[in-house]
Protein backbone atom coordinates (compact mmCIF):
# COMPACT_ATOMS: atom_id res chain seq x y z
CA UNK A 1 0.00 0.00 0.00
CA UNK A 2 1.28 3.20 -0.58
CA UNK A 3 1.79 5.65 2.18
CA UNK A 4 2.35 9.61 2.06
CA UNK A 5 3.60 12.34 3.67
CA UNK A 6 3.16 15.88 3.92
CA UNK A 7 5.46 18.66 4.66
CA UNK A 8 6.17 22.25 4.14
CA UNK A 9 3.44 23.85 5.92
CA UNK A 10 3.12 26.79 8.09
CA UNK A 11 2.25 30.48 8.96
CA UNK A 12 2.75 33.09 6.03
CA UNK A 13 1.49 36.53 5.90
CA UNK A 14 -1.01 37.51 3.05
CA UNK A 15 0.89 37.63 -0.19
CA UNK A 16 3.60 35.31 -0.05
CA UNK A 17 4.16 31.97 -0.54
CA UNK A 18 4.84 28.18 0.41
CA UNK A 19 5.11 24.87 -1.26
CA UNK A 20 3.94 21.84 0.07
CA UNK A 21 5.19 18.53 -0.67
CA UNK A 22 4.36 14.47 -0.67
CA UNK A 23 6.45 11.86 -0.43
CA UNK A 24 4.60 8.55 -1.70
CA UNK A 25 6.21 5.52 -0.28
CA UNK A 26 5.14 1.33 -0.58
CA UNK A 27 3.93 0.55 -3.93
CA UNK A 28 4.09 3.59 -5.82
CA UNK A 29 4.49 2.05 -9.49
CA UNK A 30 0.65 2.22 -10.29
CA UNK A 31 -0.02 5.23 -8.83
CA UNK A 32 -2.58 6.49 -11.63
CA UNK A 33 -2.84 9.97 -9.96
CA UNK A 34 -1.92 12.49 -6.64
CA UNK A 35 -3.96 15.34 -5.68
CA UNK A 36 -4.03 18.12 -2.89
CA UNK A 37 -7.00 18.79 -1.07
CA UNK A 38 -7.87 21.39 1.72
CA UNK A 39 -10.04 21.40 5.21
CA UNK A 40 -10.68 24.75 6.96
CA UNK A 41 -12.60 24.28 10.55
CA UNK A 42 -15.96 23.67 9.94
CA UNK A 43 -15.98 23.15 6.46
CA UNK A 44 -16.19 19.98 3.92
CA UNK A 45 -12.38 19.00 2.60
CA UNK A 46 -12.42 20.45 -0.72
CA UNK A 47 -10.61 19.51 -3.90
CA UNK A 48 -7.42 21.75 -4.48
CA UNK A 49 -5.50 20.28 -7.60
CA UNK A 50 -3.99 17.15 -8.85
CA UNK A 51 -1.95 15.71 -11.45
CA UNK A 52 -1.89 12.67 -13.86
CA UNK A 53 1.16 10.90 -12.88
CA UNK A 54 2.00 9.33 -16.06
CA UNK A 55 1.42 11.84 -17.93
CA UNK A 56 1.96 15.62 -15.55
CA UNK A 57 -1.95 16.56 -16.74
CA UNK A 58 -3.08 18.99 -14.17
CA UNK A 59 -6.02 20.25 -13.00
CA UNK A 60 -7.37 22.64 -10.66
CA UNK A 61 -10.12 24.11 -8.43
CA UNK A 62 -11.29 27.56 -9.59
CA UNK A 63 -9.86 29.73 -6.36
CA UNK A 64 -6.43 28.67 -6.80
CA UNK A 65 -6.19 28.61 -10.69
CA UNK A 66 -3.16 31.16 -11.16
CA UNK A 67 -1.53 31.52 -8.14
CA UNK A 68 -0.89 27.64 -7.02
CA UNK A 69 0.84 24.99 -9.15
CA UNK A 70 0.89 21.61 -8.55
CA UNK A 71 4.32 19.35 -10.09
CA UNK A 72 5.59 16.15 -9.50
CA UNK A 73 8.92 14.36 -9.48
CA UNK A 74 8.64 11.03 -11.01
CA UNK A 75 12.05 9.70 -10.05
CA UNK A 76 11.53 10.60 -6.21
CA UNK A 77 7.98 9.73 -5.69
CA UNK A 78 6.82 13.48 -4.85
CA UNK A 79 4.13 15.74 -5.58
CA UNK A 80 4.76 19.35 -4.77
CA UNK A 81 1.85 21.63 -4.61
CA UNK A 82 3.58 25.81 -4.89
CA UNK A 83 1.39 28.33 -3.37
CA UNK A 84 1.95 32.07 -4.28
CA UNK A 85 -0.37 34.94 -3.66
CA UNK A 86 -1.50 33.74 -0.41
CA UNK A 87 -4.88 34.53 0.69
CA UNK A 88 -6.20 34.24 4.58
CA UNK A 89 -9.39 32.19 2.69
CA UNK A 90 -6.19 29.55 2.24
CA UNK A 91 -5.87 28.71 5.32
CA UNK A 92 -6.80 25.47 5.79
CA UNK A 93 -5.29 21.99 6.91
CA UNK A 94 -4.08 20.26 3.12
CA UNK A 95 -4.35 16.78 2.56
CA UNK A 96 -2.45 14.66 -0.04
CA UNK A 97 -4.03 11.94 -1.75
CA UNK A 98 -3.42 8.72 -4.48
CA UNK A 99 -5.38 6.71 -6.20
CA UNK A 100 -2.63 3.60 -6.52
CA UNK A 101 -4.34 1.74 -9.71
CA UNK A 102 -5.84 3.70 -12.95
CA UNK A 103 -9.29 5.01 -12.28
CA UNK A 104 -11.26 6.92 -15.02
CA UNK A 105 -13.65 9.13 -12.37
CA UNK A 106 -13.16 13.08 -11.86
CA UNK A 107 -10.24 14.87 -10.42
CA UNK A 108 -12.38 16.41 -8.64
CA UNK A 109 -13.33 14.38 -5.52
CA UNK A 110 -12.42 12.88 -2.80
CA UNK A 111 -14.08 9.68 -3.22
CA UNK A 112 -11.38 9.21 -6.53
CA UNK A 113 -8.41 8.78 -4.33
CA UNK A 114 -7.80 5.99 -1.71
CA UNK A 115 -4.78 7.30 -0.33
CA UNK A 116 -4.31 9.94 2.29
CA UNK A 117 -1.68 11.81 4.39
CA UNK A 118 -2.26 12.78 8.00
CA UNK A 119 -2.51 16.32 6.89
CA UNK A 120 -0.37 19.73 7.07
CA UNK A 121 -1.77 22.87 8.46
CA UNK A 122 -1.42 26.24 6.08
CA UNK A 123 -2.04 29.80 8.11
CA UNK A 124 -2.29 32.92 6.33
CA UNK A 125 -2.34 35.92 8.31
CA UNK A 126 -4.22 39.19 7.39
Known amino acids: QVQLVESGGGLVQTGGSLRLSCAAS????????MGWFRQAPGKEREFVAA????????YYADSVKGRFTISRDSAKNTVYLRMNRLKPEDTAVYYC???????????????????WGQGTQVTVSS
Open 97 to 115: AARESYYSGSYYMTTSYDR
Open 26 to 33: GGTSGIHR
Open 51 to 58: IRWSNGDT
